[in-house]
């Protein structure tokens, strides 16, 4: 059966950093576009960066860019997702995803880790 673990999350003052992971198990990772999305309680599940699988090319949205990298390590088949300057609004539960293209839709996203809590507090 596909499966992502995702793992890294912590509490984190504001401003501070976090650098969070996604592996595969029971499949190879390199092959597919991987996307970062994240909820908080009461609000929809949002999409925020994604890589390709074809030539590694990254997206991001207004809300992260600047602050957050995506990057894949090809010899490790996995995905790091680096996380600064850190504010209360980015506390949320974190997943990566696995899909055949990147999308900001989660419905296109055929594989989800079980998530990593992301706490941003002073």
Known sequence: Q????D????LVQPGGSLRLSCAAS??????????????????EREGFTCISSTDDS???????????????DKAKDTVSL????????????????????CSWSSYDYNTWGQGTQVTVSS
Do not use: E, H
């Open 2 to 5: 596909l499966q992502l673990v």
């Open 82 to 101: 680096q996380m600064n300057s850190l504010s209360p609004k980015d506390t949320a539960l974190y997943y990566c995803a696995a899909g055949p293209f």
């Open 7 to 10: 793992s890294g999350g912590g």
């Open 58 to 72: 990254t997206f991001y949205t207004d809300s992260v860019k600047g602050r957050f990298t995506i990057s894949r």
């Open 26 to 43: 029971g499949f190879t990772l390199n092959d597919y576009a991987i996307g970062w999305f994240r909820q908080a309680p009461g609000k």
